[in-house]
């Protein structure tokens, strides 16, 4: 499947774990705070994956794991590209365990998104979508090869002026388009 190349969407397959990560360190390096990431697609699809990436490439110094028990997970950035110090934070969110939206609203996320100091990558966002802001970046995750359980199709779709030109950096760091 080769890249749509419109404002909004791109669509890509990724042919193993690694190269899934090196994806999402790519869109992890273009993050800025107030950004948000969200996650869709079935157990095993890659979210986690994709997410380790975006954490590696954002600037995490360890490796993200899931949080499907505690449901979020803070990290700090100690200093951001230029040296600097960070005080960005990326909340890696995943409501797999969260079976409404009303627990969804206990964790306090409506009042989270949107922070400017703060990158959210959600997984299972579906979970939260009525509560999203205009402005954000949904990623879907689907096997795209069911005798190859290794690849894995991404569905990237912007919302907004700031994540339509995210996926725009995007597809040019990625693909050069």
Known sequence: MAPILDDHTLEFVSRSPDQTQRLGARLGALLQGGDIV?????LGSGKTCLAQGIGRGWGVGQTLTSPTFVLIREYARPQNREGNPGGLCLYHVDLYRTPSEA???SLGMDDLLGDRCAVFVIEWAERLQSLMPSDYIWIRLSYSDRADQTRRALHFAAQGER??????DFRHEAFGA
């Open 163 to 168: 994540h339509t030109s995210l996926l725009r």
């Open 103 to 105: 627990e969804v609203l």
């Open 38 to 42: 969200c996650l869709e697609g079935p």
